[in-house]
């Protein structure tokens, strides 16, 4: 088959929806299929061999990699509608909400199925890249409007998580099926832990923007003088230095495999994002990685190896901190279990067998 994925974004990045598309076009590719990425021109490294990434003309100087909306955004959209007009496909994969509209906007009048993945909802992401509360309030109204015209167009919508698959059905859309992300085993295999100062050490990985409610990370750290954390990131992170929390180490690095070793270096992994209507990609990682992993309720798949912690709640999230580091071989137990938990379910070649599924019978109809 020839999927053609559609993203409006900067490909590859170490971004949780970058890292989701290029684990499905590296699966897609091993089985044999003619995949493909629409993007936009720039990315931070090479991407994989085995599938064909088409970009549109880079904009000047502009290389935003943080997500959230921008005046650059909508022509660089429309760019994508105007290259999209002169590829074919099979099917056509489109992800987050501005591929949606590309993809209506260049197919308007060509009888292509459209699969639409749901990263989020914008009701949800759109209100947290603003501080007023009026933006806010608009941005949310608007995101409201987003998410019940959007992904109704798909034939199908594909829900990342069991419990968007409701969400999904209640916003019009005609058909749900829910395939959760995977990761490949080259991804947690093992690595070198770095040589850090004596622990513990609390690692958090990813983006630092709003929604990931890293200050309840922050606050719980300073309950916890003697445990430190390390957080690693593709953006700059050296304005958190500047909280004056007991024992911090900030890392700025987009090589994974950087990433991978210092993953193996920590006891303990927090994901304290309390609002995730999608999948929270670096969960796979810590997890695969045999990271225990306290997690906030909103972000919480039901994974092997996590602790729940009260969202919001920076002095739950410091108990629970705590008190697995004071469990030794509860904390190896966790470990164990999380390792083999992704290893026996949440690898691609067994997700991408369900989206195969899920094309096949698109064109059947």
């Known amino acids: 088959m020839r999927i053609l994925h559609v993203a409006a ?85 489109v992800h987050n909400y501005e591929a949606p509209l590309v993809a209506m906007l260049a197919h308007a009048f060509r009888d292509i199925p459209m699969v639409y993945s749901a990263h989020n909802t ?50 019009g859309c005609r058909r749900v099926e829910c395939v959760p992300p995977g990761i490949d085993e080259a991804e947690i295999s093992v690595a070198l832990p770095v040589n850090l100062p004596p622990g513990p050490w609390v690692i958090y990985t990813g983006n630092p923007d709003g929604y990931q409610d890293l200050p309840v990370l922050f606050e719980a750290m300073k309950l916890l003088p003697k445990v430190g954390l390390l957080m690693v990131s593709a953006s700059d992170l050296e304005h958190l230095h500047k909280l004056h929390l007991p024992k911090l180490k900030t890392v700025r690095t987009n090589d994974f495999q950087q990433v991978r070793r210092y993953l193996s270096s920590a006891q303990i992994a927090v994901l304290p994002r309390s609002v995730c209507s999608g999948f929270p990609m670096k969960i796979l990682n810590y997890l695969g990685m045999g990271l225990p992993t306290v997690v906030a ?52 070649n067994v997700r991408v067998l369900e989206l195969e599924r899920i094309y096949q019978s698109l064109l059947k109809d």
């Open 9 to 93: 974004f900067p490909f590859p990045t170490p971004q949780g929806s970058q890292v989701y598309v290029r684990g499905i076009l590296r699966a897609l590719a091993r089985r044999g299929h003619e995949a493909s990425l629409l993007c936009y021109g720039y990315g931070q490294d090479l991407p994989d061999e085995g599938y064909m990434v088409h970009r549109i003309p880079n904009l000047g100087n502009y290389r935003k990699y943080r997500a959230g909306p921008d005046l650059t955004k909508p022509i660089l959209d429309l760019m994508l509608a105007l290259r999209l007009r002169k590829l074919s496909a099979d099917v056509i994969h």
């Open 122 to 171: 914008m009701s949800e992401e759109l209100p947290t890249y603003y501080r007023s509360k009026a933006a806010r309030t608009a941005a949310g109204v608007l995101g409201t409007v987003l998410d019940r015209t959007i992904p109704q167009r798909a034939d199908v919508a594909i829900a990342i998580r069991p419990k968007s698959k409701k969400i999904l059905s209640d916003l």
């Open 297 to 348: 309720q909103g972000s919480n798949v039901g994974f092997d190896g996590c602790v729940e912690f009260k969202n919001g709640c920076h002095q739950d999230l410091a108990s629970k901190i705590q008190s697995l580091l004071d469990s030794p071989q509860k904390l190896e137990k966790m470990s164990q279990k999380a390792c083999s938990g992704i290893r026996e379910k949440s690898l691609w």
